[in-house]
């Protein structure tokens, strides 16, 4: 058998292809023995599991995760917080609601000056070059860039608490190993440390950005602990930089494969925000939702049971044959878009609005600058992780090779 296959319309290595936590599910909600969840690769049954209370986030009663991270009380304060966030009701409201404020579509519109800004500089480093790296010469400078903006801690502290953050994630990982979850347990012991002082600087002097606001807000009388504080940040810093920078590398991918859908965006630059939703639906960089069932339930007209962990396969839901035609079609113009990349329900993505700005200026601003971009390389890896759709490293020649 050849250990080749076509992905996505290029020859990849089959130890390259898209790395599925789950198998490909033949049904809308099925049982996996070997990972023991719940498969949902229905649209319906995955809104009902996203927007139903009977379906919680709560990772703290995972006993598996539990059982390998250590008893709870021993953990860094940094990772039991994060824990508790993904909770549902008022721990998690509490820590949600003011940062959702902030991010509303109205607002984020009004930092489109800025972020353009952030994305032309990022673009001027790579102007002149031969080849360049997607990844780590566009989308990581342009999502730290509009991090540090946002919570106003300069590019150079923005930059550390991002290193941190990429160990951090591997907690998100469902087949982490222990040694990468002990370095991620490190990095988030230094990752307080090291914002401990911003934090105390920030609480005696408030500006009016994004940090000073977590400090200085109150709820019902309470200001949020130092923890609170903590998580939240990086947190931010982590859905903020991760998703979005795989999402700007899958979009950039995408385009470069399509060549015809790629001209009719460089004729008609409003249909990229367009481009970006039929992006979002087949190359979402969140590959699934993890849920856990409250109380007995039938799904789809299965049994599920009380405790059982339930997951979301995005790849399948956002092609589900019953909700899209032609699912595999990329369609920028098709009259059933949407999709569930930013989940829905009570943990619908509060940065939803901002990741679809900033990859909407990223591809309009890149593919404009440089219209005959070109992939340098086909021999690309996809970055082992269960959580995430992405790759390791997209290199492109801005200019066809003379
Ligand atoms: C294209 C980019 C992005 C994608 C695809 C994405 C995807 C998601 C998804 C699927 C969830 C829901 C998780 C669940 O239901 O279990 C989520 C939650 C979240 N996202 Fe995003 N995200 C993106 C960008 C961002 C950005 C830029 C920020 C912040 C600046 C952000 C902040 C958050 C936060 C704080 C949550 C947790 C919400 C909660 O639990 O209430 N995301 N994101």
């Known amino acids: 058998m050849s250990g080749d296959i076509a992905f996505e319309g290029i020859q990849l290595n089959r130890s390259n292809a898209r790395i599925r936590a789950f198998p490909n599910a033949t049904r809308p909600v099925y049982f996996d023995e070997e990972t023991n969840v719940y498969v949902i690769s229905s ?5 009902k599991v996203l927007q139903d209370p009977g379906f919680s986030s709560d990772r703290t009663g995972n006993l598996n995760l539990i059982a390998r991270l250590g008893n709870m009380d021993e953990l ?7 824990l508790a966030l993904f909770t549902d009701g008022p721990t998690h409201d509490r820590l949600r609601c003011d940062v959702a404020r902030r991010f509303t579509p109205k607002r984020v519109a009004a930092m489109q000056p800025r972020i353009g800004a952030v994305i032309d500089a990022a673009l001027d480093g790579v102007d002149g070059l031969d080849e360049f790296d997607v990844i780590a010469d566009l989308a990581h400078p342009i999502t ?6 946002i919570l106003d801690i300069g590019v150079d502290s923005a930059a550390v608490v991002l290193g941190f953050a990429r160990r951090i994630v591997a907690f998100m990982e469902p087949w982490a190993t222990d040694q990468q979850l002990l370095d991620a347990s490190e990095a988030a012991r230094n990752c307080s440390l090291f914002l401990l ?3 105390g600087e920030r609480r005696e002097s408030p500006g009016e950005d994004l940090l000073s606001a977590l400090l200085t807000m109150e709820i019902d009388g309470d200001r949020l602990l130092v923890e609170e504080v903590l998580t939240m940040v990086v947190l931010l810093v982590i859905a903020g930089h991760e998703a979005p920078t795989h999402f700007m590398a899958n979009g950039v991918m995408a385009l470069l494969e399509n060549p015809a859908e790629r001209r009719r965006l460089q004729e008609n630059p409003y249909l990229y925000g367009a481009a970006v939703e039929e992006i979002l639906r087949l190359h979402h960089p969140v590959s699934y939702l993890s849920r856990t069932a409250t109380r007995d339930q039938v799904l789809a007209g299965q049994h599920v049971a009380a405790g059982s962990q339930v997951v979301v396969d995005l790849a399948a839901v956002n092609r589900d ?7 595999e079609r990329f369609d920028m113009l098709r009259t059933d878009p949407g999709h569930l990349s930013f989940g829905t329900g009570v943990h619908y993505c509060v940065g939803r609005a901002l990741g679809r700005l900033e990859a909407e200026e990223t591809l309009r601003r890149l593919f404009g600058r440089f219209p005959d971009l070109t992939l340098a390389d086909t021999d690309l890896t996809r970055r082992v992780s269960a959580t995430f759709h992405a790759l390791d490293r997209l290199p492109v020649h801005p200019k066809p090779p003379a």
């Open 43 to 47: 649209h319906e049954a995955a809104k």
């Open 76 to 82: 860094p304060p940094l990772v039991s917080a994060m």
């Open 144 to 149: 730290g860039g509009i991090i540090s903006q």
């Open 197 to 199: 002082p911003i934090l």
């Open 321 to 327: 044959p019953a909700r899209y035609q032609d699912p």
